[in-house]
C-alpha cells in the first residue's frame, strides 16, 4: 500500500476508563461511530466524538487514558514519520 495524506479513517480513538472499560470512536463509510464496551455500536456526529475527546483530555490521566491508534493495513506517510522520531541529541 502506498503511503497517502492521513484521513479520519485511518485512525481509532480509544478513551479507557480506570476500571479497564474502553469505549472506540472510528469513522467508517458512514461517519462516526461509538463502540461501548458493551459492544453496543452507534452512529455518533464529528461534534460529539469530539466532545467526547476534549472532556477525556480535561480529566486528565488520573480518570481516564486517551489513546490513538492507526488502523491495520495504514501507513504514515514518510514526511510524517520524520516528525515523529525524536530528535537527535
Not at 34 to 57: D, F, Y
Not at 75 to 86: A, C, D, I
Amino acid at each position: 500500500m502506498k503511503p497517502s495524506t492521513m484521513r479520519n479513517s485511518d485512525y481509532a480513538v480509544y478513551l479507557i476508563t480506570k476500571n479497564g472499560s474502553t469505549t472506540k470512536f472510528a469513522r467508517d463509510e458512514k461517519g462516526w461511530a461509538q463502540t461501548a464496551p458493551t459492544g453496543v455500536k452507534r452512529q455518533c456526529t464529528a461534534e460529539q466524538v469530539l466532545n467526547h475527546l476534549l472532556s477525556a483530555l480535561v480529566l486528565g490521566d488520573q480518570v481516564i487514558t486517551t489513546r490513538v491508534e492507526l488502523k491495520p493495513g495504514r501507513r504514515f506517510h514518510p514526511s510524517l514519520e520524520r516528525q515523529r522520531r525524536p530528535p537527535n541529541p
